[in-house]
């Protein structure tokens, strides 16, 4: 079953503005992983929050994370058309004891020149 | 630095013909992932392997198999092909700690195209 929800599901904007995506799940976590794709192409993890955590940068990336709402979003600042990717989070499961990642269905992002 | 290779990167079948699917892990990776990803959709686990043994299992068809060797590449094997499962197939690898914070580690994978 789908652990992580990302909205919007596709977000267009301008070069130098910020892109802000969002990602729900459902159940407990330890942590919740972004990756970014570039069409046709393998993931690429990006940032990695924990449950105890409730922010983090990673360059030009914001992360937070709110357990309460069970809710995540990642900020990118200054966008570039190079951003132009699909992002998705990602959960390991509530269960525990696997590495195995559950995808949201991912936010599509275009960054125009 | 290494990464995750998998071969072949295009593959093209007519319907139920198989296919095998290879995939080289980052050297000293103890884990490697297979994840089916469909047009537009998100990448859906399909099964993984620890040190060889199968340690988690998704939703992957009957019809799939798939194994570790002792040099710790894995290929995933697709027999009686249908035409839904045309799809990008990824392998990823990490070191795992059981914990499920590790990143993984993508290749980019190989689609496949059943027609």
């Known amino acids: 079953s789908q652990q992580g929800e990302e909205d919007p599901q596709a977000l267009s904007i301008q070069e130098g503005e910020n892109a802000t995506m969002n990602c729900s799940y459902k159940?407990?976590?330890?942590?919740l992983q972004w990756y970014r794709q570039n069409s046709g192409r393998g993931l690429v993890h990006l940032i990695l929050?924990?449950?105890?955590?409730r922010e983090k940068h990673s360059g030009r990336l914001r992360v937070t994370l709110d357990t309460s709402k069970k809710s995540s979003s990642l900020l990118i600042t200054a966008s570039r058309a190079a951003d132009t990717a699909s992002y998705f989070c990602?959960?390991?499961?509530?269960?525990?004891?696997?590495?195995?990642?559950?995808f949201g269905k991912g936010t599509k992002l275009t960054v125009n020149p | 630095a290494a990464g995750v290779i998998q071969s072949p990167r295009h593959l093209i079948k007519e319907k139920r013909e198989t296919a095998t699917l290879k995939c080289y892990p980052i050297?000293?990776?103890?884990?490697v992932y297979w994840y089916q990803q469909g047009p537009g959709q998100d990448p859906q686990f399909l099964i993984s392997?620890?040190?060889?043994?199968?340690?988690d299992k998704g939703s992957i068809p009957d019809r799939f198999s798939a194994q570790q060797f002792s040099d710790y590449h894995s290929e995933l094997n697709m027999s009686s092909l249908e035409l839904g499962d045309s799809a990008l197939y990824f392998c990823?690898?990490?070191?795992?700690?059981?914990?499920?914070?590790?990143?993984?580690?993508f290749g980019n994978g190989t689609r496949l195209t059943v027609t």
């Open positions: 159940t407990s976590i330890n942590n």
């Open positions: 990602a959960t390991p499961p509530p269960q525990g004891g696997s590495e195995k990642l559950v």
């Open positions: 050297p000293r990776h103890d884990t």
């Open positions: 929050i924990r449950s105890n955590e």
């Open positions: 392997f620890y040190e060889k043994m199968q340690s």
């Open positions: 990823a690898s990490t070191l795992g700690t059981g914990t499920g914070d590790s990143p993984l580690h």
